[in-house]
């Protein structure tokens, strides 16, 4: 067993006594409470495990505890500040970019990270940046919709939802 110090969301945590097969996801999970981190599939093929690891968008329940030793690690609970969402949540909503929700999370912290690399990707960068994230409700366009916005409005120009666009409903490729 092992001491893990990293940090989360910004603030320096430990956690005592990690097993070494932990995989990150059941550790913010079980050990820390942070639910928000999704666990699919187990097998890191639906995404909504995804939370950023030093700037990368990674798929948590694949990827060991053990390896946050000294990272920033991310996850939805940390984007938003007091009653105020992050950008990227609001955008979700604006756009209705959400049916469930239970993938949602995975999707915004892929975005994220996308977004803090890369602020004005192209939708087909958006599409690629989200390619490992499953959603069974949506048909993805109002996903997509909703991360095009949120880089619109990060970059202070938009303050509206898009308008709605021929095609919807459709998944895309």
Not at 31 to 40: E, V, W
Not at 50 to 74: F, H
Request: include cysteine; hydrophobic fraction near 40%.
């Amino acid at each position: 067993m092992a001491t893990l110090r990293f940090i989360l969301n910004g603030k320096d945590i430990q956690v005592e006594n990690v097993e070494p097969a932990t995989p990150l996801a059941r550790l913010l999970r079980d050990r820390l409470g942070l639910i928000g981190t999704k666990i699919g599939c187990g097998e890191g093929e639906c995404g909504a495990c995804t939370v950023i690891v030093d700037g990368k968008a990674v798929v948590s329940c694949l990827y060991p505890a053990w390896k946050v030793q000294g990272a920033r690690v991310e996850t939805i609970e940390g984007l938003k500040q007091g009653d105020q969402l992050h950008v990227l949540q609001q955008s979700f909503v604006d756009a209705n970019a959400s049916q469930c929700g239970y993938c949602t999370p995975g999707f915004i912290m892929s975005a994220k990270a996308l977004l803090d690399a890369h602020p004005r990707p192209s939708r087909q960068e958006i599409v690629e940046a989200i390619r490992g994230n499953l959603c069974r409700c949506t048909g993805y366009y109002q996903i997509v919709d909703a991360i095009e916005l949120a880089a619109r409005r990060l970059a202070g120009e938009d303050d509206s939802p898009r308008p709605a666009e021929e095609g919807r409903g459709r998944i895309l490729p």
